[in-house]
């Protein structure tokens, strides 16, 4: 039997579409942090989410979340995904010491393609013609914006591992808050997952032997506030509205950020495949925002 394809769907909503933007732009300025932060690289993701947490959860309970209306089934999802997420933001951070800042780019995410995957393997049917021409200029374009500074190097070999590795875990954990985000709103679910990656991140800091306290806080608190409130919010927030194709392609508005951010802040030249490869993003997300022509079926699932 031949394969079926995925109709595109109707417009995904704006404010959906803003919370993916705003929450790529946050995070994108994560590595700018960890980079200058005084502790050890899992030791800066253990405070991304301490400090985060009480914050979240008091967001929360401030907006009439109430921790026993959820079921044990969310609340073993939630808690699995914060264990991915602890392990993505560890490997992660370690990758990023081990390897090019471009290479970790890259490989941290490599969930613009795993994740979209899993959304038509879930939907057991093969992209439309316009959602497989979105994900291949995205792709085109994001090797166009990280393809220029990429180095492959045995010297980096380790640190590319943990950083695909993490890219990978990033994916599980997405799948896990889409599920939780069903019948979760966005904030609860995010600072209940928060809770959850804070033992497992402790732990793993000390086993490898990092410095955990700081001298300077500043960097820290920066990282909890741009990375985990700010830009897990919102794109949990999206998570719950956005298809798997769109999130994807979102999160190469990264790599955009950073490419300016180098202009502007080290005066890093960009060039024109970095120009090339942010409008091909643009046009994909665009293709990606265009409503379902008249009389397509709508996948609701």
Request: with cysteine.
């Amino acid at each position: 039997m031949a394969a079926s394809t995925i109709p595109a769907p109707s417009a995904p909503p704006a404010t959906a579409l803003a919370a993916l933007v705003i929450a790529n732009v946050a995070l994108a300025f994560g590595p700018l942090f960890v980079r200058i932060a005084d502790t050890g690289p899992v030791a800066s993701a253990f405070w991304r989410i301490t400090l985060a947490a009480p914050l979240l959860i008091a967001i929360a309970l401030g907006s009439g979340w109430r921790p026993q209306a959820v079921g044990r089934s969310i609340w073993a999802i939630v808690a699995f995904a914060g264990i991915f997420f602890a392990a993505d933001l560890a490997s992660w951070h370690l990758g990023i010491l081990g390897t090019t800042l471009a290479n970790a780019t890259l490989f941290g995410n490599s969930a613009t393609l795993f994740y979209p995957i899993y959304g038509f393997l879930i939907a057991r049917a093969l992209p439309s013609r316009v959602q497989g021409i979105a994900l291949l200029l995205a792709t085109i374009g994001g090797g166009l914006l990280m393809g220029r500074s990429y180095e492959l190097s045995p010297a980096h070999l380790v640190g590319d591992l943990l950083c695909l590795l993490a890219g990978i875990l990033y994916t599980g954990y997405f799948i896990l808050m889409a599920r939780a985000r069903e019948t979760m709103a966005a904030v609860p679910a995010l600072g209940v997952s928060t809770v959850a990656s804070i033992l497992p991140l402790l732990l793993m800091a000390l086993a490898l032997g990092e410095r955990i306290i700081p001298d300077h806080w500043g960097p820290l608190i920066g990282l909890a506030l741009a990375s985990q409130v700010v830009g897990q919010g919102m794109m949990i927030y999206a998570l719950g509205k956005l298809s798997p194709l769109v999130i994807g392609i979102g999160l190469l508005i990264q790599p955009i950020v950073a490419a300016i951010t180098g202009w502007v802040v080290f005066r890093e030249q960009l060039g024109l495949a970095d120009l090339v490869g942010g409008v091909l993003v643009a046009i994909a997300l665009v293709l990606v925002r265009r409503p379902a022509p008249l009389g397509a079926a709508r996948d609701d699932r």
